[in-house]
């Protein structure tokens, strides 16, 4: 069954296509044990990071996985002067250099493939452009995506939430989320999937914000 088209998701000037006091304000009304936690954590201070393309956000995030930020950051900055000095490349520049050099700049075997997988579905219009991404479903944007070698739903899904500003988006497989449910709704055992979906139904439009939430749950 096809689903039905969107109109345009434009961002606020914080970058939300929500608003936060909105969001607050229903999550609170919809589960109190969420609005003991959020009266905890105070204020909701997520915003997106603004991004120039969905190319140049996959490609950070393909070569941060697994590595700290310092180290990815020199990595990255290493594959930018390789592939186009003085600016972020695009994918012809990155098709441009040969497997050998991205390696020689200190991305993997892997990251190489699914940098250059990111490139030439970009260039072939599976990822698509941030115009057409606005008009487009989470699960439509999650399956587009993970089409592409080296990014999964959970890349996607931090996607979504952080730079897209997503406002329902439940990232259930993240350990930081699953910890946090469980601090608060299960004196510290980590949850069941389907326990979560359940309660998260009740978060429903906002479960980004939820999520948030219990990601600062593990700070308390």
Not at 44 to 58: I, V
Not at 82 to 90: H, L, W
Request: hydrophobic share 45%; aromatic share 6%.
């Amino acid at each position: 069954m096809a689903l039905p088209a969107l109109t345009p998701r434009l961002a606020r000037p914080d970058g939300l296509t929500y608003d936060p006091d909105l969001a607050c304000q229903s999550l609170a009304e919809s589960d109190p044990r969420l609005a003991a936690l959020m009266a905890r954590v105070g204020p909701f201070t997520m915003r997106p990071q603004p991004t120039q393309s969905l190319f140049a956000a996959l490609m950070r995030s393909i070569v941060y996985q697994q590595l700290t930020g310092k180290a990815a950051a020199t990595i990255l900055g290493r594959v930018t002067r390789t592939c186009a000095p003085g600016r972020f490349p695009t994918p012809r520049q990155v098709l441009a250099i040969s497997p050998e050099r991205l390696r020689e700049a200190g991305l993997s075997t892997a990251k190489t493939a699914a940098v250059r997988d990111l490139a030439s579905k970009t260039l072939d219009g599976t990822v698509p452009s941030l115009a057409r991404i606005r008009r487009m479903h989470d699960e439509e944007i999650i399956e587009r995506l993970t089409a592409v070698r080296g990014i999964g739903r959970w890349t996607v899904e931090m996607l979504l939430i952080f730079r897209l500003g997503r406002p329902d988006v439940f990232p259930v497989m993240d350990l930081g989320v699953r910890k946090g449910f469980g601090l608060v709704f299960l004196r510290g055992r980590l949850p069941e999937t389907s326990v979560m979906l359940r309660r998260g139904e009740r978060w429903t439009p906002y479960r980004s914000v939820a999520s948030w939430y219990l990601w600062r749950a593990l700070e308390l």
